[in-house]
């Protein structure tokens, strides 16, 4: 494993070409652990001439031993890394918690979405078929699909595994070879992970991983030019970034970025059914979560006993260590923390209804990130805690008057990633969710556990492109045309 168990600050180095490798120039970034704010790690600070010797090595082996193998064969790699990571999971899931703070449980999940994703993608590799099409009869058009080439993948702190499982399985089982910049505040499983694909025998150069500074290594990665396809999950403004870098180099990048995501309440809903999913749909991962359902819009006839029942779980959620199972755990880093504070000072400010807020458990360490979860009702819908995404555990509630009104709020922000419809009524079910303009719409349900088989992805502001499902896996690929004359 590519850390040093002797030392109480364990040492990562990126993983390039098949080696454990120090950055060119040394450098090395601390790693503060968001539950006590105390120093655990340090992981390699990546440069620019590490993201160019890995681009090499992805290079070498996608011309050599990597695109030598079978679908097949890449396949069983992948099936056989789902398998490595299962062993590991107990190890995986406490490396994840005390690197990222998320309660023990969601490690665990994350690290079950990650060992699918491998599965799903494994066993999907050899069943990527191209097509044959009619054209003249002298002529026979066959279409194949085949890898971009070298995939450079960013990857946020968030859902550091499962976002590696989707958008690296994916690009593996494609034929593509692979660099990755994992978050520089959630490195570890990412780099434990590619040493099991290391020794489960990925040849060498197939996953090279370089960690590091997004601004550096980041940076480097977006815009060098042996890069033949970017994906990219993260902030809109970074996105905008790397889609300008990709341009430059005239190659695709998939932009899976924020979401500001509605849950539509009309009032003849099953509420037993529907409350604990509203509250669990910020609550999941301290709210730093893409999909987070962080508005809720609720028919003005059930406003008021929604905003009650909703706050009387509120009251009761706790923030703490993820070895306590708490409700969320700490926010990422000081610098979440103090942006999701300062949006609840603002939101204060302009007189916004505090409606319920939870606590911070007594025994959560003072030097850690913890947030209190505050439900804010009701909200108008032009607020900032309405339009703007707060990545914490912020929940803003909306009055609407009839179908049309939901839509328009629902589709009224420049996000588009997912939405929640809660209704009885079958046909306006199905007729809100086909208007809603996001990549995911979940009706009388919010989340799909990973929805490793779901394809997933936003409009607008949400980004382009989609990752997860098999649609993901088409999105590595491109395709060539061949044009045999035969008469
Ligand atoms: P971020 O954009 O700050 O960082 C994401 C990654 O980009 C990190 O690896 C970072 O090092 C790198 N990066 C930073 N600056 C860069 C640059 N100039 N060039 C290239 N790379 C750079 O985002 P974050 O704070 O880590 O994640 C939070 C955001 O990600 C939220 O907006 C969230 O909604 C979004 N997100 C979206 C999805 C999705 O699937 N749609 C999933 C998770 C997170």
Do not use: L
């Given at each position: 494993m590519n850390d040093q168990a002797s030392s109480a600050v364990a040492l990562h180095r990126n993983l390039i070409d098949g080696r454990d490798t120090a950055a060119s120039d040394g450098a090395l970034l601390d790693v503060l652990s968001p539950i006590d704010g105390l120093l655990f790690a340090r992981i390699a600070s990546g440069t620019a001439e590490d993201v160019d010797a890995a681009v090499k090595a992805a290079r070498a082996a996608y011309e050599g031993a990597w695109s030598r193998l079978t679908a097949t064969e890449r396949g069983r790699l992948l099936i056989k890394l789902a398998a490595a990571v299962e062993g590991d999971a107990e190890t995986l899931a406490a490396l994840e918690s005390r690197d990222n703070g998320k309660p023990l449980r969601q490690s665990r999940a994350d690290v079950t979405a990650l060992a699918r994703y491998f599965e799903y993608y494994g066993s999907a590799a050899d069943k990527l078929h191209g097509e044959v099409i009619p054209y003249l009869n002298t002529h026979f058009i066959g279409v194949e699909r085949v890898p971009h080439g070298v995939t450079g993948h960013i990857i946020p702190w968030n859902y550091p595994m499962q976002i590696f499982g989707r958008s690296v399985g994916a690009a593996l089982a494609a034929g593509n070879a692979t660099v990755v910049k994992p978050a520089e505040d959630a490195s570890l499983t990412i780099l434990r992970v590619a040493a099991l694909a290391r020794e489960v025998g990925?040849?060498?150069?197939?996953l090279n991983i370089v960690t590091g500074l997004g601004r550096i290594a980041g940076a480097a990665l977006a815009a060098h030019p042996g890069i033949d396809f970017l994906s990219f999950t993260g902030s809109p403004e970074t996105g905008t970034m790397v889609q300008t870098a990709a341009a430059k180099n005239h190659v695709g990048v998939t932009l899976e970025l924020g979401g500001k995501s509605a849950q539509v309440v009309f009032d003849d809903a099953d509420l037993e059914r529907a409350l604990p999913a509203l509250v669990n749909a910020i609550i999941q991962n301290g709210g730093q979560t893409?999909?987070?359902?962080?508005r809720l819009l609720i028919q003005r006839g059930i406003f008021k006993d929604v905003v009650d029942a909703v706050a009387e779980r509120f009251r009761a959620l706790r923030a703490g260590r993820p070895d306590r199972e708490p409700d969320l755990g700490p926010m990422i880093n000081q610098a979440q923390q103090r942006r999701v504070q300062a949006y609840l000072e603002r939101a204060k400010n302009e007189g916004l209804t505090v409606a319920a807020a939870g606590g911070i458990a007594?025994?959560?360490?003072?030097?850690g990130y913890y947030v209190a979860p505050t439900f804010f009702a009701p909200v108008a819908h032009e607020s900032v805690l309405s339009q703007e995404e707060v990545f914490g555990p912020v929940l803003v509630a909306t009055p609407f008057e009839d179908e049309a009104e939901a839509v328009r709020l629902a589709n009224g922000t420049a996000y588009g990633l997912a939405a929640g419809v809660w209704t009885r009524d079958a046909m306006r079910s199905t007729r809100v969710a086909r208007a809603m303009r996001v990549g995911q719409v979940f009706v009388n349900c919010y989340g799909a556990?990973?929805?490793?088989e779901l394809p997933f992805g936003g409009f607008g502001r949400s980004g382009h492109g989609r990752e997860k499902g098999f649609e993901g896996l088409v999105e590595f690929t491109t395709t060539r045309t061949l044009v045999i004359a035969h008469g």
């Open positions: 990925f040849p060498e150069g197939a893409c999909s987070a359902g962080s007594s025994d959560a360490p003072a030097g556990g990973g929805g490793v």
